[in-house]
């Protein structure tokens, strides 16, 4: 178990209606780098990955003109309708190359603040697990739950909420089974859901706060503001 290899998935081919912007949101310039570039140099940096398959749309006409799309580390695959599509589409370009028990890292796209020390952590707490698990947040926030957008039904117990992050971490071929199985099913809003659909309990590793996902346009000051923060510290 511990000689895994490790490989990591980044799903690109959305479009992100909520940034109302001329282009999909990780081609949006961050720092002077589009938001991919940055997100992509930090798995690069971290030194851990054999490969790294990114899903990009077919026609997509921003991809081929980045540098990083041609670095050694690098590969493509065709981005799917859904999420779920792509990292599957991902996972097919290296089977002949990953072993059943090797870890994958999905990660977001749009999630350019992550560091070399959340994911050396996530693989240092998960490694030596069967199934993974992710990065995750404890919530602080009172939650509500609500019908109809309107009104509210109850509160639930936030000491039992987590914030799902990314990376999340699981074995080749328990993932690549999770997904193919339960394709087209509309619960499965990311890789960990697809594994607890199996009956499978993953793991949550505590990770850092400054790892958002840019959504709004106002997420781009946010996550500049970390990247000048972790680039100080």
């Given at each position: 178990?511990?000689?895994?290899?490790?490989?990591?998935?980044?799903?690109?081919?959305?479009?992100?209606?909520?940034?109302?912007?001329?282009?999909?949101?990780?081609?949006?310039?961050?720092?002077e780098?589009?938001?991919?570039?940055?997100?992509?140099?930090?798995?690069?940096?971290?030194?851990v990955?054999?490969n790294?398959?990114?899903?990009?749309?077919?026609?997509?006409?921003?991809?081929?003109?980045?540098?990083?799309?041609k670095?050694?580390?690098?590969?493509?695959?065709e981005g799917?309708?859904?999420?779920?599509?792509?990292?599957?589409?991902a996972?097919?370009?290296?089977?002949?190359?990953?072993?059943?028990?090797?870890w994958?890292?999905?990660?977001?796209?749009?999630?350019?603040?992550?560091?070399?020390?959340?994911?050396?952590?996530?693989?240092?707490?998960?490694?030596?697990?069967?199934i993974?698990?992710?990065l995750?947040?404890?919530?602080?926030?009172?939650?509500?739950?609500?019908?109809?957008?309107?009104?509210?039904?109850?509160?639930?117990?936030?000491?039992?909420?987590?914030?799902?992050?990314t990376?999340?971490?699981?074995?080749?071929?328990?993932?690549?089974?999770?997904?193919?199985?339960?394709?087209?099913?509309?619960?499965?809003?990311?890789e960990?859901?697809?594994?607890?659909?199996?009956?499978?309990?993953?793991?949550?590793?505590?990770?850092?706060?400054?790892?958002?996902?840019?959504?709004?346009?106002?997420?781009?000051?946010?996550?500049?503001?970390?990247?000048?923060?972790?680039?100080?510290?």
């Amino acid at each position: 178990m511990s000689t895994a290899k490790f490989w990591g998935i980044v799903p690109a081919a959305g479009v992100g209606k909520r940034m109302n912007a001329d282009r999909p949101k990780q081609y949006l310039l961050l720092s002077e780098k589009t938001v991919i570039e940055q997100t992509l140099s930090r798995l690069i940096d971290a030194q851990v990955f054999e490969n790294i398959v990114v899903a990009i749309s077919e026609g997509d006409p921003y991809w081929d003109n980045l540098p990083i799309s041609k670095h050694e580390k690098i590969v493509w695959a065709e981005g799917g309708k859904e999420r779920a599509d792509s990292v599957l589409n991902a996972l097919a370009v290296i089977k002949n190359y990953a072993a059943e028990n090797d870890w994958v890292l999905v990660h977001d796209a749009a999630r350019p603040c992550i560091t070399t020390e959340d994911i050396k952590k996530l693989i240092s707490e998960l490694k030596n697990d069967e199934i993974g698990g992710i990065l995750a947040l404890s919530s602080h926030d009172t939650l509500k739950d609500v019908e109809g957008g309107l009104q509210i039904l109850g509160t639930h117990d936030r000491n039992r909420i987590w914030r799902a992050l990314t990376p999340q971490m699981f074995r080749y071929g328990a993932l690549k089974n999770a997904l193919e199985i339960h394709q087209g099913n509309n619960a499965i809003t990311d890789e960990a859901s697809a594994l607890e659909i199996q009956g499978f309990l993953p793991k949550i590793v505590e990770g850092r706060s400054d790892n958002i996902k840019i959504t709004r346009p106002e997420d781009l000051k946010l996550a500049e503001f970390y990247l000048t923060q972790q680039t100080l510290s």
